[in-house]
């Protein structure tokens, strides 16, 4: 050892060592930076993941329902025709289950990928940049609601007072209006030269795929649904939603609330951080649309994540639901012409903790309202306590919020403050719930593995 040495001697070695453990300092400090970065990069790239996992779906193979129209353009007598489509569409659910649902398209001036190569991701109305679908989405939703196949074709003629024989079956000519009628919509600045208007002159056309008779019912149901579109529709929510809270912060050993948006009948929830319950603290394994639920939890600290996941296996996939390529590709937007009921959907939504919440005890001989040592009673519990202003009683719900772009719905609003009227509020900013706590955890093995390889290099040199 150095201090069994001459005063001297150790005084030169010393000397020479102390740039030699300043190196090792500044490659100590190096590789503590360099593990930070990594350790950030990590955590973003977890914390990156969608909070919104909505199913993918493809085109299907299967040949789609079809109708012929002609007609010439108003004021110039130029004939035009083509084929109208309504689309098998291939849902995958988070099952692995395939359900086939109807799409028309909701832009004539892109191509349609037909192949089934590329996949496609539940859109919200705000991504799609159609020409006029963001100013007439209402009225879209109204004609896919009133048009073909949420109707019958023989429905859908008979509102527009459409009588007679035609070539083609009622279905076909609801089938072509509807398309129309959509396209009027979202591309009105081609219509007549791309596709007809309602001012379009009805003709025969091809060889009899479309008598004067088909042509004439087809315009006679665009101008019914264009004039009697209303723009009072809502978008279509998510299949399956967990909108998480604002912040972490409980409130009587509780966190929330977590509201959950699902077209499902019902959809079962859970927590690894703790029991489910309602607004009245009693525990619950299954949510409708627009619950507000919690997560009592206990002995947990600062910064312990908190999620709540749901599955549902009746999801619909709601008429008006846009649909748009996931893989970025310049394809057709597609959306939903009925509402479709049959696959499944997951979803979490996840929150870290912002204030302790310590492990209940037994109420002990002079504890005589037999509450719960974890920050206050919990309302509905029968305790009698002094609770706080429970969050959920009288609070507002959000309405579901944006819904997610790209790959799904937008991302959710925000949750009401589940802390208001409490004295429990925390001042901690609030931290991500999409996974940036699991970086943290990834970080922090990594930033030890490389303290221990730096330690046991440093060893092996010495005793060298």
Not at 25 to 48: I, K, N, P
Not at 270 to 285: E, F, I, L, R
Not at 333 to 351: H, N, P
């Amino acid at each position: 050892m150095l201090t069994s040495l001459p005063v001297a001697r150790r005084a030169r070695l010393g000397a020479r060592l102390r740039p030699e453990r300043r190196r090792r300092g500044a490659r100590a400090a190096l590789a503590a930076a360099a593990a930070t970065v990594v350790l950030g990069a990590v955590g973003a790239l977890a914390g990156a993941a969608p909070a919104n996992a909505e199913p993918q779906a493809t085109m299907s193979r299967t040949l789609p329902e079809y109708a012929y129209f002609a007609w010439n353009e108003a004021g110039t007598g130029t004939f035009h025709d083509f084929w109208a489509y309504l689309f098998p569409f291939d849902v995958v659910d988070d099952a692995g289950a395939t359900t086939t649902i109807q799409v028309y398209c909701a832009d004539r001036m892109v191509g349609v990928d037909l192949s089934g190569a590329h996949p496609y991701a539940q859109s919200s109305w705000e991504d799609f940049t159609g020409t006029g679908f963001g100013t007439n989405a209402a009225e879209v939703l109204w004609v896919i609601e009133h048009g073909y196949p949420t109707r019958t074709g023989a429905e859908v003629l008979s509102a527009a007072g459409v009588t007679g024989t035609t070539n083609q079956s009622s279905d076909k000519i609801a089938l072509a209006a509807t398309q129309i009628a959509i396209w009027n919509l979202t591309n009105p600045e081609v219509a007549d030269t791309r596709f007809p208007s309602a001012d379009s002159i009805a003709v025969a056309g091809n060889a009899g795929h479309a008598t004067l008779a088909d042509s004439t019912a087809i315009l006679a149901v665009v101008r019914q649904l264009l004039d009697s579109a209303t723009g009072d529709g809502s978008q279509p929510g998510p299949a399956l939603q967990v909108v998480p809270p604002s912040d972490g912060a409980p409130v009587s050993g509780r966190v929330g609330p977590f509201v959950v948006r699902t077209s499902a009948s019902s959809a079962s929830v859970s927590s690894t951080a703790g029991v489910v319950v309602d607004a009245d603290g009693a525990p619950v394994a299954t949510a409708g649309d627009g619950d507000a639920l919690y997560v009592r939890v206990d002995g947990m600290t600062v910064g312990d994540p908190v999620p709540l996941e749901a599955t549902a296996s009746d999801v619909h996939a709601r008429a008006g639901t846009l649909w748009m390529p996931a893989d970025g590709g310049r394809y057709q937007t597609l959306i939903t012409a009925k509402d479709s009921v049959g696959y499944t959907a997951r979803d979490a939504a996840e929150i870290a903790l912002e204030a302790a919440v310590t492990p209940s005890e037994p109420a002990g001989p002079g504890d005589d309202d037999g509450g719960d040592d974890d920050g206050g009673a919990v309302p509905g519990d029968g305790t009698g306590g002094d609770v706080p202003d429970a969050p959920g009683d009288g609070a507002d719900v959000p309405d579901g919020g944006a819904e997610a772009p790209g790959h799904g719905p937008a991302g959710p609003s925000a949750a009401p403050d589940s802390r208001a009227g409490s004295s429990a509020a925390s001042s901690t900013p609030t931290l991500a719930h999409t996974g940036s706590e699991l970086g943290a955890g990834l970080g922090a093995a990594l930033l030890l593995l490389v303290a221990g390889l730096l330690l046991a290099r440093g060893r092996r040199r010495r005793a060298g």
